[in-house]
């Protein structure tokens, strides 16, 4: 690739000062040999002429020789003398404008300069991923006095760089333009993780995927924007048309920038990162236990990601409901029905999260548990065991405290069903809706078996007891067919405790 070499108008100004300040002393130098000599001869013929009239030819002759071999002398000393002070002249004059130059160009690094760190003052004050894309794009723009710039940053997924702010001429182009890894400048400055300086065309052989015929650029600065040595996305500054090129100086000041921008655009992605995943775990709190939320949370990047925590698991299941709710309804204020509700749910909850279960759902007057995912457990039939029987405890206790408000709370009651089986575990619904659940046949009888149960009975059959490490006391109650299985099954009533 072969550069532009374009003048800048400054230096074509003082480069045509210079020129003209060495050609009017190379004519103040002429003019004045002129001037000597013509003196010289006229002084020389006003003497001779003085000479004639009062001595004679031969001595007029030797006398004039001599004066004017002395004369001559004289005349080429001073004119060495005048060649050699213009020429010290104008090497002064040529060391002064490039010293003029020179602090003129530090004087613009300078600025440039600090307008960088004013740059990144502005940026590391801002939260929000777009304005600070957006305050580097224009700013880049000014500080280098470029035509155009873009950032574009790495998408993880889909391994390409898109831009996400464009800035200046030309930029509706690239507004949404994507980038493979390693494709065109962009590309090969993301692989590599170097800054490049182009000047003119760019060869397609030393960057494949860039179009020769639409780039028309006359210089261009790229920057890789690295975090913990990793490139996270790109930095573009370029200018247009017949424009003075970026310097190798431009370049290491906008490296210096590049590397706090990155830092900046970091951090404001790990806040959008972290922001998202709080909204994520607030919703999932609200419905789930706080180890369902946790299991979640650690799975599931974005709403997009639901299918990450399906999966078949072995593992206990649990309902249980009121009985003699819906009619009581029916006499007593909604405010009271609503208090009881509230810390029925809360009391079911605490007992559930007790013996490190997961509540499925509150359905109505109805509780729905788990045990055994996402954290596994030992004897998992026994823990779902032992919370049923701390559910029905605590159920009492709260039927209890009610009825001192309204006898109509003596007439409720709990019924249980507990299951072993597999089942399938994990996020159903859509992106808009879904819920962590178990579904399966397990699930199915179990709520069959808490329907069947009378009031203050814990309902189970024979298999599920097996499963527990340590059975709790039971007796046979019947062979029941329930509806959805075809085969009658033996039901056990699992012994309460002993209620206060």
Not at 208 to 217: A, L, Y
Not at 288 to 293: I, N
Request: aromatic residues 8%.
């Amino acid at each position: 690739m072969k550069p532009i070499q374009q003048p800048s108008p400054d230096r074509d100004d003082r480069q045509s000062t210079l020129e003209n300040l060495e050609k009017r002393l190379w004519q103040f130098v002429l003019l004045a040999v002129v001037v000597i000599l013509f003196l010289t001869f006229v002084l020389l013929v006003v003497n001779i002429g003085s000479q004639f009239a009062e001595i004679g030819t031969a001595a007029l002759e030797e006398s004039s020789v001599k004066y004017t071999m002395f004369l001559a002398i004289l005349v080429l000393l001073f004119c060495a003398y005048m060649i050699a002070y213009q020429r010290k002249l104008l090497g002064f004059s040529k060391a002064f404008f490039k010293e003029k130059e020179s602090t003129q160009a530090l004087r613009e690094h300078v600025d440039t300069l600090a307008a960088l760190l004013e740059v990144s003052a502005n940026v590391n004050s801002r939260l929000k991923l777009s304005a600070i894309l957006d305050a580097i794009t224009q700013k880049m723009v000014a500080c280098f006095r470029a035509d155009h710039s873009s950032i574009m940053l790495l998408d993880a997924k889909t391994k390409m760089l898109k831009t996400l702010s464009t800035y200046g001429q030309k930029s509706e182009r690239v507004k949404k333009a994507s980038v493979p890894i390693g494709k065109g400048v962009a590309g090969w400055v993301l692989a590599n993780g170097k800054p490049l300086l182009l000047n003119g065309q760019v060869n397609p052989a030393s960057f494949p995927g860039t179009e020769t015929k639409s780039r028309q650029i006359t210089s261009s600065m790229c920057l890789p924007l690295v975090m913990d040595k990793k490139s996270i996305g790109v930095l573009n500054v370029n200018r247009y048309g017949d424009r003075e090129i970026f310097s190798d100086m431009d370049l290491k000041l906008i490296s210096l920038f590049a590397g706090n921008a990155a830092v900046a655009i970091n951090n404001a992605l790990l806040l959008k990162e972290r922001l998202k995943r709080i909204k994520i775990q607030n919703v999932f709190e609200q419905l789930h236990s706080p180890r369902v939320a946790r299991e979640l949370i650690g799975k599931i990047g974005s709403y997009n990601d639901l299918k990450k925590t399906r999966n078949k698991f072995e593992m206990s299941i649990l309902f249980a409901d009121i009985r003699g709710f819906s009619s009581m309804m029916n006499a007593l204020r909604i405010e009271d029905v609503m208090d009881f509700l509230d810390q029925f749910y809360g009391a079911m909850g605490d007992a559930v999260g007790k013996y490190q279960g997961n509540v499925d759902k509150f359905i109505g007057d109805e509780v729905m548990a788990f045990f055994g995912a996402p954290n596994t457990l030992e004897d998992a039939v026994g823990n779902c065991i032992k919370t049923a029987e701390e559910m029905m405890t605590t159920f009492h206790k709260l039927k209890i405290k009610f009825s001192r408000k309204n006898d109509l709370f003596k007439s409720l009651g709990l019924g249980a069903g507990i299951n072993y089986g597999e089942v399938f575990v994990g996020n159903v619904g859509s992106s808009r809706r879904f819920d962590y659940t178990v579904i399966g046949s397990a699930v199915n009888l179990a709520r069959r078996l808490c329907s069947h149960a009378e009031s203050g009975e814990i309902l189970t059959v024979e298999a599920v007891l097996e499963k527990s490490g340590n059975p709790p006391a039971a007796e046979f109650v019947d062979m029941v067919t329930f509806d959805g299985f075809s085969e009658p099954l033996p039901v056990c009533r699992i012994c309460p405790n002993d209620q206060d």
